[in-house]
T-cell receptor, first 111, second 115 residues
Framework: QKEVEQDPGPLSVPEGAIVSLNCTYS??????FMWYRQYSRKGPELLMY????GNKEDGRFTAQVDKSSKYISLFIRDSQPSDSATYLC???????????FGTGTSLTVIP | KAGVTQTPRYLIKTRGQQVTLSCSPI?????VSWYQQTPGQGLQFLFE???????NKGNFPGRFSGRQFSNSRSEMNVSTLELGDSALYLC??????????????FGEGSWLTVV
């Protein structure tokens, strides 16, 4: 079993829709959770960073962490065509600097 | 502030050859990590260097190696290339190795094709 599981999609939504992206994990030592956005043929770009359980909002993006269920989510409100990309969840434990990534969800927002 | 810079961006190599990829971290960042990204496996951790010392290593064969210089710049080397080494190689930098608030920032990657 992989340490981080992510539905690869692809996910296709109309412009303006609310998008929900999710990851599950198995390692209870994970404390820091991130979401990266990766455009085609580009490196991943950090979108959201959260620590432990709870919600964090940044503009149209909301990250949620539920450590009891080992489940994290990224919500995108009022989705735009420019949001079309692959979204990667990532996480790490309290010690060390090794990050564990989901395989990514491909999102297309249709104008 | 300049981001993480990787060179070369694209390269084609023949099986059996070796390749060296270079990474310049964000100014002030002392940790450099390398990841391999493929469609089937996603992002897989290769190794991390901090203050010229390898701090952690992923589950890759010894053909994959790296080093870090005193200015924090890093190189990774793959010897005896195999077709399965074709991938996007990503370098990521961070200001520390672990700790609260520490996260990693990626470069654009080096696309390696082995023929």
């Amino acid at each position: 079993q992989k340490e981080v599981e992510q539905d690869p999609g692809p996910l296709s939504v109309p412009e303006g829709a609310i998008v929900s992206l999710n990851c599950t994990y198995s390692n209870s030592a994970f404390q820091y959770f991130m979401w990266y956005r990766q455009y085609s043929r580009k490196g991943p770009e950090l979108l959201m960073y959260t620590y432990s359980s709870g919600n964090k909002e940044d503009g149209r993006f909301t990250a949620q962490v539920d450590k009891s269920s080992k489940y994290i989510s990224l919500f995108i409100r009022d989705s735009q065509p420019s949001d079309s990309a692959t979204y990667l969840c990532a996480m790490r434990a309290n010690t060390g600097n090794q990050f564990y990534f989901g395989t990514g969800t491909s999102l297309t927002v249709i104008p | 502030k300049a981001g993480v810079t990787q060179t070369p961006r694209y390269l084609i190599k023949t099986r059996g050859q070796q390749v060296t990829l270079s990474c310049s971290p964000i100014s002030g960042h002392r940790s450099v990590s390398w990841y391999q990204q493929t469609p089937g496996q996603g992002l897989q951790f290769l190794f991390e260097y901090f203050s010229e010392t390898q701090r952690n290593k992923g589950n890759f064969p010894g053909r994959f190696s790296g080093r870090q210089f005193s200015n924090s710049r890093s190189e990774m080397n793959v010897s005896t290339l195999e077709l399965g080494d074709s991938a996007l190689y990503l370098c990521a930098s961070s200001w520390a190795t672990g700790g609260a608030g520490n996260t990693i920032y990626f470069g654009e990657g080096s696309w390696l094709t082995v023929v």
